[in-house]
């Protein structure tokens, strides 16, 4: 590829990981405003969803059917609403740096569960990879000040969530492709939180910040950061862009200490580079999951 292409590549590939990485503390300054978790997240998913899908269909998308259909909306309605909610709930108890390098823990556990469910090989490397994220994790949790223990807890479990979501949706996502899985998967989420936040009652934000942390949540860290990596992982390949995505728990844990003041301690410094550092070698030999991570993230 020639080399202006390329780093047109990496720059998509940089304002994704902006967006993503941005996410966090867009919801964090959403909840000062009184945003509720299920109106943040029906908002996220429906105006990202419609838009996603009105680019999709300008660009002649052929719509997921029959079985590989019903897969993508119980992939949306069931696995996405469990991450979101662990990863949106987990941002109330817990630092935004903090949440976002727990949930890179996934690319390691994808490969413990593939090994444990799916009799896969994981290799020597990719075994010390894995020990070398569980590690990092253990640095990071014990060097966080502030956090509280749910809001750890709830880390987790999005990433848990998330690489069952991996495993389950890897064939479904390959066959439907992942611009039209992706689609799928964010309206059926947005229906169901749609259910929730009219159950509970709408909680829309009452400032012009508020509003602003809500729209840029749907169409800077949801929208533009999933059509972004989509246009990068066409010029990088999978592998190269799903490393370089790893700058998305590093900007988050930029943007919350220039913007929310949280304090990073060393501990958690040498935690994080421990995890991102597995999450790069996991990423260049599992070129499978980054086409899954791309298609939601």
């Not at 590939?13 to 945003?35: E, P």
């Not at 976002?100 to 090989?121: C, E, I, K, N, W």
Request: with cysteine; hydrophobic share 55%.
């Amino acid at each position: 590829m020639p080399f202006p292409e390329r780093w047109r590549g990496v720059l998509w590939i940089v304002l994704s990981a902006v967006g993503f990485g941005a996410m966090a503390i867009f919801a964090k300054l959403a909840y000062r405003d009184g945003v509720s978790l299920a109106t943040m997240l029906f908002l996220r998913f429906s105006l990202a969803g419609l838009l996603l899908a009105g680019w999709g269909c300008s660009r002649g998308m052929r719509w997921p059917q029959g079985r590989d259909l019903l897969w993508l909306l119980a992939m949306g309605a069931v696995g996405y609403v469990g991450q979101a909610y662990c990863y949106f709930a987990a941002l109330q108890y817990a630092s935004a740096g903090l949440v976002a390098l727990l949930l890179y823990l996934y690319p390691a556990l994808v490969t413990l569960l593939s090994a444990l469910l799916f009799r896969r090989r994981i290799g020597v490397a990719r075994g010390w990879a894995v020990t070398v994220a569980l590690v990092g994790t253990a640095l990071t949790v014990g060097g966080d000040l502030h956090s509280q223990v749910i809001g750890v807890a709830l880390g987790i479990g999005a990433a848990l969530i998330y690489s069952a979501y991996i495993l389950v949706g890897e064939g479904v996502i390959a066959r439907a492709g992942p611009l039209p899985g992706a689609t799928v998967v964010m309206i059926s989420a947005a229906v169901v939180y749609g259910v929730a936040a009219f159950q509970s009652g709408l909680s829309l934000p009452v400032t012009s910040m508020g509003w602003f942390s809500v729209g840029a949540i749907a169409l800077f860290s949801t929208l533009l950061a999933i059509l972004g990596f989509f246009k990068g992982m066409e010029k990088l390949g999978a592998a190269d862009a799903s490393a370089l995505s790893t700058l998305e728990p590093l900007i988050t844990l930029g943007l919350s200490a220039l913007v929310l003041g949280e304090v990073v301690s060393g501990l958690q410094l040498v935690g994080g580079a421990l995890i991102l550092t597995a999450v790069v070698y996991l990423a260049r030999h599992g070129e499978r999951q980054a086409v899954t991570n791309a298609a939601t993230n």
